[in-house]
Every structure is written in structure tokens, then in C-alpha cells.
């Protein structure tokens, strides 16, 4: 590396860092990536309390008492939040009112009645009303279970508080009254139906003095959530510092410093200059968004979740990230003329940005799986995938990690001197942009 | 010993030959002015010195300060590109000391203190450029070309746009340099300031050399055949005098040029006969006056075009 790169890369960094757009990016970045779940926890007892008003038409006979019970105590219990002074109701009384059926159970009269609880649905004097067919209670239902079921009606369709209490009660007693009809014990069925768990474990391993050690419990969630968060943190600052790259070279172009600085230094020290400059601004971003994420662990008591060795890893593969992708938004910058031709690029660019997004799910299921192993070798992939490999246990052999590396900057080398190149023919040609087959003409011949 | 070398260099840009087979020697220590009218190959010619563009292949080479085409030159240059661009965001200061720094230089305070004072720009020191006027910019990007005191220093029009006291300083700056050692190649399309600055004259039209050398001997090539007169009641034409090849009306003053072999007094008898004569002069032609000569239309040409501008 050579001096001007130095003072090219630190001019970069300075620069960057001394935006206001930087630090509003900086702040707003996690604001949008997580604002919404913030939001939804904020909100989540901000709910309407009001009663909800539910109609039933039992046409067993058996099972509105023990339903219009079932209403009364999560009424009266599973409503409310806090004890004492501090307990309030968080979610609606579910009201409910006994409809007997149609004296006939002729077609008609079951149409009557229902188009009459409508009505009601509709005058807005009923939240919702179900009916509950005779077969529910029939323990070995010989048709399709949909004529089984129950017709639960509203006008609410993306409310499920009520559909979702109804289904758990109703199921709870049909099974209950089946089994009566059965003439069996509903207490010691319920005992011999308890499902199996299965534990989720690790391996067991001996410690340096030859002592058993037990196998740990594998959090699933963390080991799933993990690597997500560590993927959408790469992102953010992958958009947040080498995004603006792409700018900052068509920003030379347009306002005419790059012919100054090409008669200073070579292109690709001045490609490679600007391009260094960005890792170090998007060390400087990991570093605040990290600091907060550890913080955040260890203060809700997740702390141990994240194996350190993971975090020299995630720098690395952060540092190589900023590389592949940054030079890949310098050779846009440097292969077009105004924004508007940048946006055309910018597209495919993003495209191949998001390949880990569209893998990482396989990738996570399995890490060692050779599918894995190649995607996490592609260059523009390799920074994401092999993080998320390395995130999950017992990680991957060193070899892979390292191989990645190698290709990274291999690809990131290739990629910043063809931008210098395209750079250097391309900042003083003026008017339509260059054809494809053009630019590698330009990165072939020099 | 030459500062910058030039054999049989061509560059062509998609089929059209900007610059054809070009041999320039700039003697070091000098200063050499390119002149030629737009689009003729002055800046190309400058950008194939700076390693911007690039030779055709297999055409000549290029070498400064006998070196060929290596990037270790570069820090030895000071370069002013036509068209000019800053970092609009940074400091004047900041911006100084980027340049000297990318140069190699790590005494900032001094040279940046000097040439702020010297082009008068002292109390703008802490300001960002995008404060600054258009001539104020220039200034700077002037500044950003020699101070880091290159031997050799490459200015694409360094006066265009700037008022008549940024000239000077300007003009007195580029001669400092020059006594301090450097050597200076400026295009210009002053051609008073050319004659008066460069030891050396270098034109170019249509990408071929059409002069170069010194004034004398550029103005030796066309003898005494300019005749500077002022002829009382002015405004009259003094086209068609016999002996005369073309007029210039400069208003109070005309410039005739004779035709080969005329004789100056036989043209003064004929204009006495016209007027009182107030002014009188047998002269060598201007720098002007030659570029006129060589990059004027040829009548064929001048008549196409008006034909052309006719048909519209």
C-alpha cells in the first residue's frame, strides 16, 4: 500500500465522518431496521377494552354452559395485568349470550336465524357469533372434519383474539364430552396423551484433566436469531458506508477533482485510497452498533449467547464485506456518467447483495452441508455466509474462513483495478454512457 | 536537458486523430507556451504529458524528465487541468494540506501560509470552498498545482476568467517558479501574454505542429510584412490598396499585411494620397496576427461554411 493511498483513504474517512448525513444514517439506520418492533412493544397494551359481544348457537345442547363458564373466569382472571393497585385490564370481556336454535333445524330456519345474527353483526349490537354443529361432539366422525365444524361469523376478519379463545375452549370441551361418550377416564387420557420433548443438545467432550463434560443445551432460538442479527447488522453497514462510495466516485467525475487527482496519484491508489478509507468509517459504525448490541445482551440477560471469538470474526468478515461490496459500487461510480445511469446498475448490484438473504436459511440448517460450503466461497456472498456458517455450532473448519478471505480480496483486488482503469479513460469522456462491451475494452487495453 | 520529450506521438479518440505524430522538446527551465484554437489537440497533448490519456499504441513516447511513462514523476508536476474541480466541502486550509500531503510534503504551515498571503486569499484560510467566488476557487486550484514547488508545472489556461489583478499575481507567481528553476508549459489563448512570457512558442491546429521556437523566430519565418497605420478620418476603408494582401481594422489603428515582394513605401505614397498618415510603422506580424493567418478559414472552406449556414 502505497503513501497517497494513506492520505487518500484518511482524506476519505475525515470526510465522511464529518457529515451530518453520517450521523443521522447512523442513528437512523437501527431506527428503521428495528423501529418497528420497538413500536409494536410500545403498543402492545395500547389495545381497544371495549366489550366484545359473541353469539352462540349450540346446537349440541352441551356445550354452551360449560363455554359461557369458561367466558366468566378469563373475565374475571386472564384479562388483566399486574397485582394489586397496579392491576389493569389489558384486553376486551368477551360478553357472551346464548342463542337456543331453531325449534326445526329445517335449512331454512338455520338460514333465517343466521341471517338475522348478521344483521345484528352488522347493526354493530354483536361483535361476532359461531355455530356449533351437532357432529363436534361425535367421537369417531366418519365424514370430512370440515362438517365437524364449527362456523365462527364476524366482520372483523383479522381480529382472532375471539376466533382463537373459541377454538381453544371449544376444543378443550368437545374433547372432554367425546370422551365421556366413550365412557373413559378424561383426566388419565389427557395424562397419557402428554406429548414427549425432545432435547436439543450438543456433544459431550472431555476437559483438558480427561473429566466427562456434559453436553450444553442448544438454544435454538439463539442459535437461529444469531446469525440473522449479525447478517442484518453487516447489511446495515454495508449500506450505510459503501452505498455511498458509488456517489463519491461519480462526485469526482462530475465535479471535475478526479483530473486533479489522477495527475497526483495512480487510479488505483485513488480507488483503493477511497475504498480503505470506507472500511475505516464502517469500523467506526460496528463499533458503536456493537458496543450497543453487547450492551443490550448483557443487560436483558443474553450475554453469554455470543461466543467472543465471534466478534474478531465478525469484524474481519465486516472489513472484507465493506471491500467486496464497496469496490463493487466503485466500478459503478466509475463506469457512468450521472445518478440517473447509476440506478440502472444499482439494481443488479443489489441484487447480488441480497444472495445471502435468499440462502441464509439453508445455510443456517446446514453449515456443513456442501451446498453451504461453496455459496459461502462466492466472493460477493463470502463476508455473510461464512459469518453465518461460523455463527452456528461447532462452527467450521479454519481452512474455509481463511480460503474465503483470500478469494474476498482477491476479488476485491480484480474488482478495484478494473474501476481504476474505467476510472481513469472514462472521467474525461463526456456524453452517453459507455457500452458494456466498451468498459472491459477499457479494463483489457488500460 | 530537456523537462518533457515528445517523439512522433499520436492519439486518436474512436477514429478521430486528435493529435498526429507530434515531436516537442520543452527545455528545462523554460516557458513554453501552447497555443491553437479549440479543439486542435492543446489539451490532449497536456493530458498525454500528465499520463492521463495514454499515447496510441505503437506511437511514439513520452518522457519527463527522461523518464518514460513511470508514475514516479508525477510529484515533480504541477498540474492545472482546464476544466476545474475542488472538494467543495473542505477547507481551504484542509484542502492545501491534502495536496502537499499527497505529494509527500510534511511541512504544511509555511507553504500554505505563503501562498495564501501571496494570491491574497490569507483570511479565507478557514472557510470551505463552496464559500468561495469563481476567481477565488481558480486561485486556489492554482495554489493546489505548485505548492508543493514542482520542477515542471502544467497550467490549461491558467488566466481564463480572472480579473486583471488575479492575472498578475497569477503571471508574477508562474515567473517566481520559473527563477526558482521550474519549468512552465501553459496553454493560453492570450496571445499578448503568450508573446510576452513564453521563451518558446508552440502552436498546434488540427493536431499537427504548425510552429515552435522562439518568438524571433517564429516572427523571422514572415520577415517585415505587417504595416501598422493610422490614417487620419478614420472609419475609411483601406481595402484594395494595391500591395496589400488583408486589412485588420483594430478601430484607431489598421493593420496591413503586405503581399510578398511589395514595397512599404510605394503602400505609404497610396495612403498619403488617401489622408494625412498620423502613424506610420513597418513592423514584424503579432503573435495574433500569425495564429489568425494559419487558423483562419481557407476561402473554399469559409465559402462551404457560409453556404452551409445558408441552407439552415
Known amino acids: ?446 | 536537458m530537456n523537462a518533457v520529450e515528445l517523439v512522433r506521438v499520436s492519439k486518436t479518440f474512436k477514429g478521430c486523430r486528435a493529435v498526429d505524430d507530434l515531436t516537442l522538446s520543452v527545455p528545462a527551465g523554460s516557458i513554453y507556451g501552447f497555443i491553437g484554437p479549440n479543439g486542435s489537440g492543446k489539451t490532449t497533448t497536456l493530458r498525454m504529458i500528465m499520463r492521463i490519456y495514454y499515447p496510441d499504441p505503437g506511437s511514439g513516447a513520452i518522457r519527463v524528465f527522461d523518464e518514460e511513462h513511470s508514475a514516479a514523476a508525477n510529484h515533480r508536476i504541477g498540474y492545472l487541468p482546464e476544466e476545474r474541480g475542488l472538494y467543495k466541502k473542505m477547507k481551504v486550509r484542509d484542502l492545501l494540506q491534502f495536496f502537499l500531503e499527497i505529494h509527500g510534503r510534511r511541512e504544511f504551515k509555511g507553504p500554505i501560509r505563503d501562498w495564501l498571503k501571496r494570491l491574497r486569499l490569507s483570511e479565507w484560510a478557514d472557510k470551505k470552498v463552496e464559500a468561495l467566488s469563481k476567481g477565488m476557487s481558480q486561485r486556489i486550484q492554482f495554489i493546489a498545482a505548485v505548492i508543493h514547488a514542482p520542477d515542471l508545472l502544467i497550467l490549461d489556461e491558467p488566466f481564463s476568467g480572472l480579473d486583471p489583478v488575479s492575472t498578475e499575481d497569477l503571471r508574477e507567481a508562474i515567473l517566481e517558479r520559473r527563477r526558482a528553476g521550474a519549468t512552465v508549459i501553459f496553454s493560453t489563448h492570450d496571445m499578448a501574454m503568450a508573446e510576452k512570457m513564453c521563451d518558446f512558442i508552440f502552436m498546434i491546429y488540427k493536431g499537427g505542429k504548425v510552429l515552435d521556437g522562439t518568438m524571433e523566430s517564429i516572427q523571422g519565418q514572415y520577415g517585415y510584412d505587417t504595416l501598422r497605420v493610422r490614417v487620419e478620418g478614420n472609419g475609411q476603408s483601406l481595402g484594395g490598396l494595391p500591395g496589400v494582401d488583408h486589412v485588420t481594422d483594430f478601430g484607431r489603428l489598421q493593420e496591413l499585411r503586405m503581399a510578398p515582394g511589395a514595397d512599404s513605401q510605394r503602400v505609404l505614397e497610396t495612403l498619403m494620397r488617401k489622408g494625412r498618415v498620423a502613424h506610420f510603422e513597418v513592423a514584424r506580424p503579432t503573435l495574433h496576427d500569425i495564429f489568425i493567418r494559419i487558423a483562419r478559414p481557407e476561402p473554399a472552406e469559409a465559402q462551404s461554411d457560409t453556404a452551409v449556414s445558408r441552407t439552415r
Open chain 1, 1 to 446: 500500500m502505497t503513501r497517497k493511498t494513506i492520505v487518500i483513504a484518511v482524506r476519505e474517512f475525515k470526510a465522511a465522518i464529518r457529515t451530518r448525513t453520517f450521523f443521522v444514517s447512523l442513528i437512523m439506520m437501527p431506527i428503521f431496521m428495528f423501529g418497528s418492533i420497538a413500536v409494536q412493544m410500545l403498543l402492545r397494551d395500547k389495545v381497544d377494552v371495549k366489550d366484545k359481544h359473541v353469539a352462540i348457537v349450540d346446537c349440541t345442547g352441551k356445550l354452551a354452559e360449560s363455554l359461557l363458564a369458561e367466558a366468566q373466569r378469563r373475565n374475571t382472571s386472564d384479562i388483566f395485568q399486574g397485582e394489586g393497585e397496579s392491576r389493569k385490564q389489558v384486553r376486551p370481556r368477551f360478553v357472551v349470550t346464548v342463542e337456543p336454535p331453531p325449534a326445526e333445524a329445517t335449512p331454512e330456519a338455520l338460514r333465517a336465524q343466521t341471517l338475522e345474527l348478521s344483521d345484528r353483526v352488522r347493526a354493530g349490537k354483536l361483535f361476532a357469533f359461531f355455530i356449533v354443529p351437532p357432529e363436534v361432539l361425535d367421537p369417531a366422525p366418519k365424514d370430512a372434519p370440515s362438517k365437524a365444524a364449527v362456523a365462527y361469523h364476524s366482520n372483523n376478519p383479522t381480529y382472532d383474539d375471539v376466533h382463537n379463545w373459541l377454538r381453544g375452549s371449544i376444543s378443550k370441551m368437545a374433547h372432554e364430552q367425546r370422551l365421556k361418550s366413550l365412557n373413559l377416564d378424561t383426566g388419565m387420557v389427557m395424562k397419557a396423551l402428554t406429548p414427549v420433548w425432545v432435547e436439543n443438545l450438543g456433544l459431550v467432550t472431555r476437559d483438558a484433566a480427561g473429566n466427562f463434560q456434559a453436553a450444553e443445551k442448544t438454544n435454538e432460538l439463539a442459535s437461529f436469531f444469531l446469525p440473522f442479527g449479525m447478517l442484518i447488522l453487516m447489511f446495515m453497514v454495508v449500506m450505510i458506508t459503501a452505498q455511498p462510495l458509488l456517489q463519491s466516485v461519480l462526485e469526482e467525475k462530475m465535479q471535475r477533482i478526479a483530473e486533479v487527482l489522477v495527475a497526483c496519484a495512480s487510479p488505483f491508489e485513488i480507488m483503493m485510497g477511497k475504498l480503505l478509507g470506507t472500511v475505516g468509517v464502517s469500523l467506526v459504525i460496528v463499533t458503536f452498533y456493537f458496543a450497543g448490541a453487547l450492551y443490550a445482551l448483557k443487560y436483558t440477560g443474553f450475554g453469554g449467547l455470543f461466543p467472543s471469538h465471534l466478534i474478531v470474526w465478525f469484524i474481519v468478515f465486516q472489513c472484507l464485506a465493506v471491500l467486496m461490496y464497496g469496490s463493487l459500487f466503485i466500478s459503478v461510480g466509475a463506469a457512468v456518467n450521472d445518478l440517473k445511469e447509476a440506478q440502472n446498475l444499482i439494481t443488479p448490484m443489489m441484487l447480488v447483495i441480497m444472495i445471502p438473504f435468499f440462502l441464509w436459511v439453508n445455510v443456517v440448517k446446514e453449515p456443513a452441508a456442501s451446498f453451504s460450503v461453496i455459496a459461502s466461497l462466492f466472493p460477493p456472498a463470502t463476508p455473510m455466509l461464512m459469518l453465518v456458517r461460523m455463527a452456528v455450532p461447532p462452527g467450521i473448519p479454519l481452512w474455509q474462513p481463511i480460503l474465503g478471505m483470500v478469494l474476498v480480496l482477491a476479488s476485491t483486488t480484480a474488482c478495484v483495478f478494473a474501476a481504476g482503469r474505467v476510472f481513469r479513460i472514462g472521467l474525461l469522456s463526456q456524453g452517453k454512457a459507455p457500452k458494456f462491451s466498451e468498459l472491459i475494452g477499457w479494463v483489457i487495453r488500460g
